[in-house]
């Protein structure tokens, strides 16, 4: 449900009473490098959550467990693309819900450090950024072009007009707010527009607020990404020279306090590369000096959660497109699934040497249970359900047009046409253009992938006047770096041995159209046929039984690649053909307490027969 922002506002500023102010202070002392909180010296040691990326019933939960390890302090983002997913149109409810999150924050006795954007990065969908400003040309993302900077100021002013009543200043938990996001490591390194976001969040928030930036330790970085009348930040990972990177901030600012805003406690996975992990002996004796130094850590990320439904972004580096895993546990202190890990236990030992440790124990971990196997029943190919999933029908056109053009910002399209030239068994189809993966069809019948970058071309057969299916996947705009205009679909001419192809049918897809309906026929006794063009992009469901106060992973070895739900929650991609993940994270939250479970796969290659549900993850897998 998309509701006004003026809705959700009011009603929390009925409740900020709740907040006890007793004349709150924060601010930077530069004579004496360090923060000064409430008149007293202070220093803070953080972790990194994303609230988009936990289930909200365990919100509570995983900061208890942050505060148990002897943290102060949480970082966070605001994806913008979250709450405003179409122009002027705002969502925080369930997973958005910002400001209970901030309430809860506040509840738990933790700080907050703030990174509202306009951008963020975090292996998120275009770094944050709504993929509707994409359907704007040639928009310079990130810069002082209007195009960008009209709807990034609209959505910043009431986003920092939400926050306001949360301020440490007004009893609320935040200290300090970031301007922008690694500015310096964007290649367009626009002075005017980083102090443009400076000046609106003071005339919001007021000028009594701890603003700061966070850049690499360069000297590009931090040249392009600092702004006057902020405090500089830096981030590196542990196994790098902290010293010489905090001699390279002094050059740049002489004083103040040491900050590292993003201590890696791991990274990110990339689909067909290997997990990405940190021993905790180097994290922790790394984080050990920098806290023996006096520094200010942030570690990211102390939960990295999950990218639910179609989140996740995308690498681009020398030409290659490397989408990020719907996994995001980082390796992390706490695990997907939110467990302490030996990593956690570990840090909290060495910061019991600098703050006081919490009383009492650590929270559990939340109980898990595994199932199975069950059967996968086939509902329908694509083509089948076609007219459910864009019950309005097709948008037609001479050439392709993008799925932004058409307000399709995550997910799927379908691009049809009919070939009008003499058959062949072997024709040469290209598509330079295709963003991200396209999954070909004759008639029906599979021909192959068109790939990005890697395959754009591939071989296929068929008699003059077949129908040419391709169903496009966006698997993630691009987050960081020079690509991040990163339109998807088919963005360029298709040919067929040379010969353009021309007057396509799109097709936006709209998969929550059919969950509810293969909830309703689930029920059905007699299992449709799995026929010939089984290998075309299909839906699959099973019955199960689960116990909703236990989480659990779905184990989709034996497929190929596709979406995964339970009931008409979106749990995110999977690729256990690619790897490293295998598992998809159930929370059990999602999982009904008043009717039946229905596992439902949409598998875009070639469909197994079983799953089973695990207690444990797989995201190490081969690759």
């Known amino acids: 449900m998309r509701v006004p922002v003026f809705v959700t506002f009011y009603l929390y500023i009925i409740n ?20 000064i909180k409430d008149g007293q010296p202070f220093r803070y040691v953080s972790g990194s959550i994303h609230y988009a990326r936990v289930h909200p019933e365990y919100w509570r939960d995983r900061l208890q467990k942050i505060y148990s390890s002897g943290l102060n302090a949480i970082q966070m983002y605001v994806p913008w693309n979250l709450h405003e997913p179409y122009p002027g149109e705002y969502n925080f409810e369930g997973c958005a819900d910002m400001l209970q999150f901030l ?10 450090i703030l990174r509202p954007g306009p951008y963020m990065c975090s292996e998120w969908d275009l770094g944050g950024l709504p993929a509707w400003l994409l359907k704007y040309e040639n928009i310079s993302l990130r810069t002082s072009d209007p195009k960008f900077l009209i709807p990034a100021t609209r959505w910043m002013k009431i ?25 310096g490591s964007y290649p367009a390194c626009d002075h005017s527009y980083m102090k443009y976001l400076h000046q609106l969040s003071i005339s919001v928030l007021g000028s009594d607020v701890v603003y700061f930036t966070t850049d690499g330790p360069t000297k590009q970085m931090l040249t392009c990404g600092m702004t006057e009348g902020t405090l500089a930040t830096i981030d590196f990972r542990a196994v790098e020279n902290a010293t010489a990177h905090f001699e390279l901030l002094r050059t740049f600012q002489s004083s103040g306090p040491l900050v590292n805003s993003e201590f890696y406690t791991g990274w990110l996975d990339h689909w067909g590369e290997p997990h990405q992990t940190l021993s905790s002996s180097v994290f922790t004796e790394s984080l050990d000096s920098l806290l023996g130094i006096g520094a200010n850590v942030n570690m990211y990320m102390f939960e990295g959660g999950t990218n639910f439904a179609y989140w996740t972004g995308g690498n681009y580096k020398n030409d290659n497109y490397r989408p990020q895993c719907s996994s995001h546990d980082y390796d992390a202190p706490l695990s997907e699934a939110g467990d302490p890990t030996d990593k956690y236990f570990a840090i909290r030992n060495v910061i019991s040497k600098y703050l006081p440790i919490p009383a009492g124990p650590v929270p559990p971990p939340t109980p898990k249970s595994s199932y199975g196997p069950f059967h996968m029943q086939f509902y329908g190919s694509v083509l089948d359900l076609l007219p459910r999933l864009t019950p309005t029908g097709p948008h037609e056109s001479l050439y392709p047009v993008t799925m932004e053009t058409l307000n399709q910002y995550h997910g799927f399209m379908l691009y049809r046409t009919t070939i009008p ?94 969950l509810p309906e293969i909830m309703n026929d689930s029920q059905m006794k007699s299992e449709r046929p799995r026929t010939p063009t089984v290998n075309v992009p299909s839906f699959y469901y099973s ?79 081969p690759t």
């Open 103 to 112: 309430k809860l924050v506040n509840d738990t006795g933790l700080l907050v």
């Open 16 to 35: 900020v009473g709740c907040l006890d102010v007793h004349g709150q202070s924060f601010e930077v002392d530069y004579g004496n490098n360090t923060f």
């Open 421 to 514: 030239l003499p058959g062949s068994d072997k024709a040469l189809l290209n598509c330079t253009g295709i963003r991200d993966r396209g999954y070909v069809m004759v008639n029906g019948i599979s021909q192959g992938i068109l790939e990005r970058i890697k395959e754009p071309q591939i071989n296929i057969s068929y008699n003059p006047g077949d129908t040419l299916d391709i169903l496009v996947e966006n698997q993630g705009h691009i987050n960081y770096g020079i690509g991040m205009y990163d339109p998807k679909g088919i963005v360029g001419n298709v040919t067929l041995n040379g010969t353009l192809l021309t007057d396509w049918s799109m097709y936006p897809l709209n998969i929550s159209n059919v």
């Open 159 to 183: 986003l920092l007009s939400m926050v306001e009543p949360f301020l440490y200043r007004n009893g609320g938990p935040i200290i300090m707010v970031q301007i922008e996001n690694e500015y």
């Open 543 to 621: 019955p199960v039984t689960l116990d909703p106060n236990n989480d659990t992973f779905l184990d989709p070895m034996g497929w190929s690649k596709g979406q995964a739900f339970l009931n008409d929650f979106n749990l995110g991609r999977y690729w256990p053909t690619k790897g490293p993940q295998i598992t998809v994270y159930i929370p059990g939250p999602v999982i009904s307490r008043d009717r039946g479970n229905i596992v439902i796969m949409f598998e875009l290659e070639r469909a197994g027969e079983t799953i089973q549900l695990l207690d444990k993850p797989i995201i190490d897998g």
